[in-house]
């Protein structure tokens, strides 16, 4: 698209007629090119300041995943081997003892489950989700509880809850299978994660973790393994910018190995349906080998200056305020905007403005709830913090204007 038709195209032609400043036209203008494919079909991609959420299609790989995509989409390879060999080369790019591709966070979850009630018994693998006989509880800190944990049941356990310290130690027994955490939820509950870790360990029970969007920082990626957790999950295509359908589980050897038996192409084994094509494994490591690269101080200051810009954006008008803030622990570690004004005297809803966000040109996302507006930075372009900046300008000078 050339620098007129661009112009003439309706998303960018509103922006800069309504004033958009020239010199952010440029970067206006690699901000809407991208979506053509999605246009055609009548989808209509969009400016994503809400997060990394599957729902939104977790992040954008970068150049080098979908390069390595295209290549590994060539040629045919056996999949196990080539698990393997990837496996092997992530394990040691992250310094932990094993690792496996996944098809995402949740299948993690799953394949964490398998490992830890069959083992390697190949008799226990084929008969799961049937646990007769079997270890068939899975420990778990009830305000851990979430809709991922469903990944878990598929395999067949009780998800059994406690509260403190005492009722973990209480509940494990010859039936449990496995300790079930999930960091973000760690604030809310009162177990600690070194207590949990340490009554698997004393029990001699494995310990999994989900932190499937526990990114940034870069670093969890192997400290949370050598805390002591057995196993540890992550989401391929949120922080680490992997393709969309892949995942990482992480940790000892002899369960990434059960973990691996359960897992396709193996036919009769509850990971099958969890498949992951040669396309999306080369695409997560060279993700994973970028991630762990960038400097991510950068990143930050990065980020930071999106939510300024923004910020900037919204000053002088009537009860709007707006603060950039990293979240604490239980959220994630990036720079954050939030807005917040005056409903009744600005005669605009949090929810209203947000929907008039997504239905205006270009749609742009964003969290909206009863504390205000909130917007992330991880997931936009260079460029797209001035359209966001202005769009949000607009609505706003407009509700004061009629206030
Ligand atoms: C996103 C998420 C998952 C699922 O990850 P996918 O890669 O979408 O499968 C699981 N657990 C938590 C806590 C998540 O945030």
């Not at 246009?39 to 080098?64: D, H, Q, W």
């Not at 990143?299 to 604490?328: C, H, N, Q």
């Amino acid at each position: 698209m050339n620098r007129r038709t661009f112009l003439s195209s309706g998303a960018v032609a509103s922006v800069t007629a309504a004033g958009l400043r020239p010199r952010y036209i440029r970067a206006a203008q690699l901000a809407s090119q991208h979506g053509e494919i999605y246009k055609k079909l009548g989808v209509r991609p969009f400016i994503n300041a809400a997060g990394t959420y599957t729902i939104l299609t977790g992040s954008i790989m970068p150049e080098a995943a979908r390069r390595a995509m295209v290549e590994a989409s060539r040629s045919f390879v056996r999949l196990e081997d080539l698990q393997k060999a990837v496996g092997e080369r992530i394990a040691k790019l992250l310094g932990v003892e094993s690792a496996m591709i996944t098809s995402g966070g949740a299948g993690s979850i799953l394949l964490a489950t398998a490992a830890c009630v069959t083992g390697t018994d190949p008799e226990k693998i084929r008969r799961i989700p049937n646990l007769d006989g079997m270890k068939d509880e899975v420990i778990v800190p009830r305000e851990h509880r979430n809709g991922f944990d469903h990944a878990a049941r598929t395999v067949g356990v009780k998800l059994v809850e406690v509260e403190t310290s005492d009722d973990l130690h209480r509940a494990i027994g010859p039936k449990t299978a496995m300790l079930y955490f999930t960091n973000i939820f760690e604030p809310k509950g009162k177990i600690k994660r070194a207590e949990f870790v340490a009554a698997g360990k004393q029990a001699g029970i494995p310990v999994f973790n989900d932190a499937a969007a526990e990114l940034p920082p870069a670093s969890n990626l192997s400290s949370i393994v050598r805390e002591g957790f057995d196993l540890v999950g992550f989401s391929g295509g949120k922080g680490i910018r992997g393709p969309q359908s892949s995942g990482l589980l992480l940790g000892r050897k002899d369960l990434i190995q059960a973990a691996l038996l359960n897992n396709n192409p193996n036919e009769d084994a509850i990971g099958r349906p969890c498949k992951v094509g040669k396309e999306e494994m080369m695409g997560l490591l060279a993700a994973l080998e970028e991630y762990v690269r960038r400097d991510q101080e950068a990143d930050m200051r990065l980020w930071r200056g999106f939510m300024e810009s923004v910020a900037k954006d919204l000053r002088g008008i009537s009860t709007v305020t707006t603060e950039v803030y990293v979240p604490g622990p239980g959220a994630h570690p990036i720079p954050y905007l939030r807005v917040q004004w005056d409903e009744n005297r600005l005669n605009l809803k949090y929810g209203d403005c947000a929907k008039q966000l997504r239905d205006g040109d270009p749609s742009i996302e964003i969290n909206a709830g009863e504390q205000g507006l909130n917007l992330a930075s991880y997931n936009l372009y260079a460029g797209e913090e001035r359209i966001v900046g202005f769009r949000l300008r607009g609505l706003l000078r407009q509700a004061a204007k009629g206030a």
